[in-house]
């Protein structure tokens, strides 16, 4: 069997209609990577191989670590060992200390409380665009997404997504984690200067909270999914003017938030 790059093969003993047959299948591989900030340990996370640049380009800007490639001085990626030291020009900084510190506050003035990490505050902002959409495009970059999918198809196991405008896609990014999609498109933009604020976001996978938020901190006015939203993702997409369009499939489509930017509606 012809091994896909990021997928691994694997005995497997599959059951059909109560016939039992022994092959093999590719499976997608999921790495632990650990990032050492300025000589501090920060955070494992879990994900594809490929990108690794992107990723942690991405991450540490929708954290406010930093804010373009230039704050890094040097990073060094040890996949082997898992394994990323970065070390940022200005050192220790504020959202540093604050990663992963929780901050409850009262979500879209409907008296619900609910927790952001710290470094939320500093980074999430609320978006106006003039951009719009058609149902038809809309239909369209799904059915592109669909199509780039591979490894979704061959695995089940990864979760993609592209950064859109003018019925193309700009750049695009598969991985294990749902975050890690958005960091590496982010991470991209950020080495090669692409702007995001023009364009939107296609994504295969549920949006949640979290997602919504790093939408928002890449600052990309409409998030595109083939499938669900949370209600807090849609409660945080009103206040922050971010268009959310689920189930964007089969020529059909739920918009939740914000509608003015899709032309009929």
């Not at 807090?232 to 918009?255: C, K, P, Q, Y």
Request: hydrophobic letters at 40%; glycine letters at 8%.
């Amino acid at each position: 069997m012809d091994v896909f790059k990021g997928t691994a093969c694997y005995p497997v003993i599959k059951i059909r209609d109560g016939e039992v047959t022994k092959t093999e299948e590719q499976v997608v591989e999921e790495i632990p990577l650990t990032i050492y900030l300025n000589g501090k340990e920060l955070v494992t996370m879990l994900a594809s191989s490929g990108e690794e640049n992107y990723l942690v380009i991405g991450f540490l800007a929708t954290e406010g670590i930093i804010a373009k490639p230039g704050d890094i001085k040097k990073m060094d990626v040890d996949i082997r060992r898992g394994i990323i030291d970065v070390e940022t020009v200005t050192g220790e900084t504020a959202a540093e200390k604050m990663f992963l510190k929780r901050y409850l506050t009262a979500c879209c003035g409907k008296g619900r409380s609910t927790f952001y990490f710290a470094n939320d505050l500093l980074t999430a902002h609320r978006i106006t665009t003039d951009i719009t959409l058609t149902p038809q495009e809309i239909i369209n970059y799904s059915e592109m997404l669909e199509a780039k999918s591979h490894t979704f198809r061959l695995t089940g196991g990864v979760h993609g997504g592209a950064l859109a405008a003018n019925g193309k896609f700009v750049c695009w990014s598969q991985d294990v984690g749902r975050h890690n999609v958005f960091d590496k498109i982010y991470g991209r933009c950020l080495v090669e200067e692409i702007t995001t604020s023009d364009k939107i976001i296609m994504f295969s996978g549920r949006i949640s909270s979290e997602i919504l938020l790093k939408v928002s901190k890449m600052n990309i006015p409409i998030i595109i999914s083939r499938a669900a939203p949370s209600s807090l993702a849609i409660d945080m997409a009103e206040e922050l003017g971010i268009t959310v369009i689920g189930f964007a499939r089969d020529n059909r489509m739920n918009i939740y938030s914000h509608p003015e930017r899709v032309i009929g509606c």
